[in-house]
Nanobody, 112 residues
Framework: QVQLVESGGGLVQPGGSLRLSCVVSGFTFSWYTMRWYRQAPGKEREWVAALPSAGGSTNYADSVKGRFTISGDNAKNTVYLQMNSLKPEDTAVYYC?????WGQGTQVTVSS
């Protein structure tokens, strides 16, 4: 059974950092491109970052480039999103995705 479980969200001040985790079960994450998306209140879900399969280069939305880093741990079958220099506009529910599978999301709130 394919399952993606996100965690690591929370409330952080502007300029702060968070690391989101996506624990993958039912398949090996490195077989597929893993992506992070986010959805802010009243807005459409938007793509944030991608970790290609077979060791391809990571990709980022322009809005997070230079601040966010996507990575994976094969031993833990887990994908991460390290978020630095957070801004209020990063506030959203963050989702992990592989093919047509989605996690339940984790809330990130950036506020002073």
């Amino acid at each position: 059974q394919v399952q993606l479980v996100e965690s690591g969200g929370g409330l952080v001040q502007p300029g702060g950092s968070l690391r989101l985790s996506c624990v993958v079960s039912g398949f090996t994450f490195s077989w597929y491109t893993m992506r992070w998306y986010r959805q802010a209140p009243g807005k459409e879900r938007e793509w944030v970052a991608a970790l290609p399969s077979a060791g391809g280069s990571t990709n980022y939305a322009d809005s997070v480039k230079g601040r966010f880093t996507i990575s994976g741990d094969n031993a833990k079958n887990t994908v991460y999103l390290q978020m630095n220099s957070l801004k209020p506009e990063d506030t959203a529910v963050y989702y992990c995705n592989a093919l047509t599978s989605w996690g339940q999301g984790t809330q990130v709130t950036v506020s002073s």
